[in-house]
């Protein structure tokens, strides 16, 4: 097929239809996502820090009688507690 020389009139006419076959291909495969990225909306920005989840305020009884129940408070850049709090609760019949 591609022995022979092509001329200027066979690329203009190939190229033409390899064209025409790129615009009837890429819209039907490119518009839904193109579609999906123009109606998604990015998320509102947090008026302050995102803070984690509470989940250090859950009390930790202690394996002996009685509970100490202990709250820590996050720790500071140098790794020490900001707060730490300790309740020592006993016997229903001791209080």
């Not at 064209?19 to 890429?26: C, D, H, R």
């Amino acid at each position: 097929m591609f022995l022979h020389r092509f001329r200027t009139k066979h690329w203009v006419l190939l190229s033409a239809v390899l064209f025409a076959g790129l615009l009837l291909l890429l819209p039907q495969g490119a518009n839904p996502s193109l579609a999906a990225q123009e109606t998604e909306t990015p998320a509102p920005a947090t008026p302050g820090p995102n803070l984690l989840p509470l989940i250090f305020k859950i009390p930790t009884p202690t394996p002996i009688p009685g509970w100490d129940i202990e709250y820590f408070d996050n720790q500071d850049l140098a790794g020490a507690p900001v707060a730490h709090e300790t309740k020592t609760y006993l016997f229903p019949a001791e209080e």
